[in-house]
């Protein structure tokens, strides 16, 4: 196996509203970012969006709840059935030099938070940056991963989550073909397929038996709960090694652009040393895919820069 350096960014972008402490005192439309013990709490306009969720015996860290911005309920689960180890919204892969960083079981594999760092904390954007350590207990890490996440609400309707990672492999990396890998999301239960909900392409095609597989620059995953409508968009970069991704995706609620499953020969190797960038934005958003202007919310993010740098982890 022959690999040199990798260095993996993704740029994701996510709507919602949820976890944390209430701001009060915001102003309307303001962001703000707080670090609370092992999560950083995202409002906007004074009620919670987001969560950032590093707690060191976590298999990753991941966002949860990611709210919606007309409900303010989540539109991710944190772990439900079937697959609980499916975390919201979240970044890991398995079988990776023989180890797991994707299902529950630590022993296999954890991405390891060194701990965030808050850039900018309010505003008409809030800035955030960490890195994760891939190691099993007791080894040294194999990959570094730095991540920069930007979160902002271009309106009423809309919230983003532009997530950018960079991944480092450390030794020589293999990675053999799985359907569990990089970045991901899970919706309720009650805003998937199964339970009337829709899940749309950018080709208009639908459902699992109509995405999966297929390779589409960006999917909606929508569904009216308790009387209003809300979803959550994946966006691939342009920029993005394997754009655009095929899909793997289900029913009852999972979507991931996800490349690892269609590797050429069943493997990827990743020399040490090499760079492999990827950026992505999430949609959180109130109505249904037209509604919200998904196609449009696209052409605008595919225009922008493709995988901003990260900024080294500082807090120590």
């Known amino acids: 196996m022959h690999v040199r350096n990798l260095l993996l960014t993704v740029s994701f972008v996510l709507l919602g509203a949820s976890v944390g402490e209430s701001s009060a005192q915001a102003p309307a439309g303001t ?46 689960t944190e772990t439900s059935e079937p697959y609980p180890h499916h975390h919201s919204l979240f970044f890991g892969c398995d079988r990776v030099n023989g180890g797991n960083y994707w299902q529950e079981g630590n ?10 760092t808050i850039v900018e904390s309010s505003g008409r954007k809030v800035v955030f940056t960490d890195e994760g350590l891939w190691k099993q207990p007791g080894k040294e890490p194999i990959i570094r991963d730095r991540r920069q996440i930007v979160i902002t609400a271009p309106s009423d309707s809309l919230r983003f989550i532009d997530f950018t990672i960079s991944m480092e492999p450390l030794v020589d990396i293999r990675i053999l073909k799985t359907n569990h890998s990089l970045f991901s999301a899970r919706v309720v239960l009650e805003l998937g397929v199964s339970k009337g909900g ?119």
Not at 53 to 75: H, L, R, T
Not at 107 to 116: D, F, K, V
Not at 235 to 258: A, E
């Open 198 to 316: 829709t899940l749309v392409n950018a080709q208009g095609q639908t459902g699992e038996k109509g995405t999966f597989g297929v390779a589409s620059p960006w999917c909606d995953y929508y569904g009216t709960r308790a009387g209003v409508t809300e979803g959550l968009a994946i966006l691939q970069h342009p920029g993005n090694r394997w754009y655009p991704s095929k899909w793997f995706t289900r029913d009852y609620g999972f979507f991931s652009p996800t490349p690892m499953y269609w590797l050429e020969g069943d493997q990827l190797d990743l020399p040490k040393g090499q760079k492999l960038t990827l950026s992505y934005r999430v949609v959180v958003h109130s109505g249904d895919t037209q509604q919200a202007n998904i196609a449009a919310i696209f052409d605008t993010y595919k225009r922008a820069e493709a995988h901003p740098a990260t900024a080294p982890n500082t807090n120590r």
């Open 31 to 76: 962001i703000e970012a707080k670090l609370q013990e092992n999560q950083i709490v995202v409002t906007v306009g004074g009620q919670l969006f987001t969560c950032y969720k590093f707690d060191p015996s976590q298999k990753y860290p991941y966002f949860w709840p990611v709210n919606g911005p007309a409900s303010g309920k989540s539109i991710t």
């Open 107 to 116: 022993e296999r594999g954890q991405i390891i938070s060194q701990g965030p």
